[in-house]
């Protein structure tokens, strides 16, 4: 991110990213388990991949995503090993490929701020590919599956069920830049600099995150 604190990105990488207030609540894997699963079904259906993926190639069939254990890769000159699992890896008639991610949530100019962190995301996927044979990449993005939550009259009735209510999602697809080589090296660098570092960097000034730490800190007696 453009406001990265170095403190922070300092600390999050000494403490593994293990940091004790971070809750990943299961509701988002099931979302996305239904998700992927859903894609999956209307493609075997109707031959083609839904309609929010227009802008990134209805006609791409997708290909089984390798488990993040295999779909990784080690950056020869930091020794870095990269991993991870995108949600779908898609394979166009001409033999190249997209890489696509989900989101559940609707875009708006508040996540608008966090696709730098998306960009990366979905580049270094990219550059994990190359070593598996899956190239080249055409394209990289991401897919926002919004809530429609309406509650008009003529469409909130068919929604109310006996044991509960049924919701409806709309996608929109967010294309990102491809540049795999352009940005993920010289992160690695970064990373292995503050991996170097025996004592934390100074924090970015105005970072919230880094008073509030030092508030804790200072509440510890000497």
Not at 134 to 158: A, D, K
Not at 173 to 187: E, H, M, Q, S, T
Request: aromatic share 10%; hydrophobic share 35%; glycine share 6%.
């Amino acid at each position: 991110m453009p406001d990265a604190c170095p403190r922070c990105s300092w600390l999050k990488l000494k403490t593994g990213h293990s940091l004790p207030w971070q809750i990943f609540p299961g509701i988002f894997s099931s979302i996305d388990s239904y998700t992927k699963q859903s894609v999956a079904a209307y493609q075997r259906e109707h031959h083609r991949l839904p309609a929010c993926f227009q802008s990134i190639g209805r006609e791409a069939e997708l290909i089984p995503v390798p488990h993040y254990s295999r779909f990784q890769r080690t950056d020869v000159i930091t020794g870095i090993t990269l991993r991870g699992m995108p949600d779908e890896i898609l394979r166009y008639p001409d033999g190249s490929y997209g890489i696509v991610d989900y989101k559940t949530g609707r875009y708006t100019d508040g996540q608008d701020r966090l696709l730098p962190m998306y960009q990366v995301q979905l580049n270094a996927y990219a550059w994990i590919a190359r070593v598996h044979d899956i190239h080249p990449i055409r394209t990289v993005g991401l897919i926002y599956f919004e809530p429609l939550t309406g509650t008009e009259e003529e469409v909130w009735p068919s929604h109310l069920k006996e044991e509960g209510f049924a919701l409806d999602f709309q996608g929109q697809a967010v294309r990102l830049a491809l540049d795999p080589d352009g940005i993920i090296p010289p992160l690695l660098h970064q990373a292995n600099w503050y991996r170097s570092q025996e004592r934390p960097p100074t924090s970015r000034q105005g970072c919230q995150d880094c008073e509030r730490l030092q508030q804790l800190i200072d509440l510890v007696p000497v």
